[in-house]
């Protein structure tokens, strides 16, 4: 049934540990903080959060264009990002049900796991772990100065969690996790986007140069 297919296709996320520490290694043993050569990866990441099964805004907005990257780009690493989801209540079945459905429309829109990585985000636990190093290194002022924050707080009885706010610095970590070279994205995340930019350099300047800094492909809809 499309539930064992599904589960077929989330078992590579059980791998993707090994996948992630492959595609960071660059074919070498350097340590982390050893900036890569010149010539650098192309490579492509984007996320979509688990709201259940998609709906045409999405596949206009981003998914027609990732399946286009996926026979494009060599590299391509695409998450379905349930740790972005818990910035408002979820059911935790209800969240799992929605991880499920997510990837089973992700995969019948064109989502190909043998061209592109598909895996659910808390299953790589570096990405929780990068977003604490990251924040270290992003000021509060510059998380403040985001419109999003404060629409999206503005809205909150409690005035907004702390996962709200640094929210954009887990968005951060997604990207340079994989040190991700160009990110599809709509034109409502560039400056989100921006602050990833600005943290790579941050981290560049501080530790050497480690990380390319994402460029935008803008969806076309």
Not at 30 to 52: C, K, M, N
Not at 64 to 87: A, F, P, R
């Amino acid at each position: 049934g499309s539930y064992q297919d599904v589960s077929m296709a989330l078992s590579t996320t059980r791998n993707v540990l090994k996948i992630y520490r492959r595609l960071s290694a660059f074919g070498s043993s350097r340590s982390l903080l050893t900036a890569p050569s010149q010539s650098t990866t192309v490579r492509i990441f984007s996320g979509i959060q688990p709201t259940g099964i998609l709906h045409l805004g999405n596949y206009l907005g981003a998914i027609e264009n990732w399946v286009k990257l996926q026979e494009e780009c060599g590299s391509v690493l695409y998450s379905v990002m349930d740790l972005h989801s818990i910035t408002v209540p979820q059911d935790p079945a209800t969240l799992q049900e929605n991880v499920l459905n997510m990837t089973a429309s992700l995969i019948a829109c064109g989502i190909n796991p043998e061209r592109s990585v598909l895996f659910q985000q808390s299953v790589v636990s570096e990405h929780a772990q990068f977003c604490w190093i990251l924040g270290c290194l992003t000021s509060m002022p510059r998380l403040l100065h985001l419109p999003q924050w404060k629409v999206k707080s503005a809205g909150s009885k409690s005035g907004g969690s702390v996962g709200l706010f640094t929210y954009p610095v887990l968005q951060a970590a997604d990207i340079l996790l994989y040190k991700t070279t160009h990110v599809p994205i709509g034109e409502d995340q560039i400056q989100h986007l921006e602050l990833t930019k600005d943290i790579a350099r941050i981290f560049n300047n501080r530790y050497g140069e480690f990380f390319p800094i994402p460029k935008e492909i803008l969806n076309s809809a």
